[in-house]
Nanobody, 123 residues
Framework: QVQLVESGGGTVQAGGSLRLSCAAS????????MGWFRQAPGKEREFVAA????????RYARSVEGRFTISRDNAKNMVYLQMNSLKPEDTAVYYC????????????????WGQGTQVTVSS
């Protein structure tokens, strides 16, 4: 069992940056792949980024590659999403996700989800 809590959302102007954090609790945190997803009003949930348990395997959506960076600190039970060069189309609720299987995270089949944090990018 893993509990996830996101933080770091807010409102920024286009071109600005935000860093989202996901605090994970659970004895077996180091055994879980982690990911970030987002959902804008009227749209389906969208994959953003994922990272395996060691940080050696990382995948990004094409829409954010080169602008966003996912990382994890297993000693602190934390996962991060650094978002640079933000665009208005990045506006969404961002969710942290966890699963034992890396492929299930990238396929939007994660077993554990946080409550989400709002990111708003103004033009």
């Amino acid at each position: 069992q893993v509990q996830l809590v996101e933080s770091g959302g807010g409102t920024v102007q286009a071109g600005g940056s935000l860093r989202l954090s996901c605090a994970a609790s659970g004895r077996t945190f180091r055994s879980y792949a982690m990911g970030w997803f987002r959902q804008a009003p009227g749209k389906e949930r969208e994959f953003v980024a994922a990272i395996n348990l060691s940080g050696s395997n990382i995948r990004y959506a094409r829409s954010v590659e080169g602008r966003f960076t996912i990382s994890r600190d297993n000693a602190k039970n934390m996962v991060y999403l650094q978002m640079n060069s933000l665009k208005p189309e990045d506006t969404a609720v961002y969710y942290c996700a966890a699963d034992r299987v890396f492929g299930d995270v990238t396929a939007d089949k994660a077993n554990y989800w946080g409550q989400g944090t709002q990111v708003t990018v103004s033009s």
